[in-house]
Nanobody
Framework: QVLLVESGGGLVQAGGSLRLSCAASGRSFSTYAMGWFRQAPGKEREFVAAISWRGDSTYYADSVKGRFTLSRDNAKNTVYLQMNSLKPEDTAVYYC???????????????????WGQGTQVTVSS
């Protein structure tokens, strides 16, 4: 099994940056497509970004495109979400997710992922 643990959340002013990390345990990580979702209070969980298991395909929600960058280091079993130019509307609990996939596949729906982290809070003040 693959276990996922997020870190890097916190409080930041609008316009600032944060880098979230998702550390995975388990031998299957290198063949897992990975993604990030977020959920704000009173709202449904929404897709943020996804990356294929080799890192050669990425996909972003329109709301974060150009501001967030998703990458992975399979040697370290870790994915990174670099978040720049943060806005108050980016405030949410951010969840890392993973699931087995073919090489270039990325997943954008929560139901496509098998494993989830516990979430990390990101708060952007105005």
């Amino acid at each position: 099994q693959v276990l996922l643990v997020e870190s890097g959340g916190g409080l930041v002013q609008a316009g600032g940056s944060l880098r979230l990390s998702c550390a995975a345990s388990g031998r299957s990580f290198s063949t897992y497509a990975m993604g990030w979702f977020r959920q704000a209070p009173g709202k449904e969980r929404e897709f943020v970004a996804a990356i294929s298991w080799r890192g050669d395909s990425t996909y972003y929600a329109d709301s974060v495109k150009g501001r967030f960058t998703l990458s992975r280091d399979n040697a370290k079993n870790t994915v990174y979400l670099q978040m720049n130019s943060l806005k108050p509307e980016d405030t949410a609990v951010y969840y890392c997710a993973g699931g087995p996939a073919h090489r270039l596949v990325v997943f954008t729906k929560p139901t496509q992922y098998e494993r989830w982290g516990q979430g990390t809070q990101v708060t952007v003040s105005s």
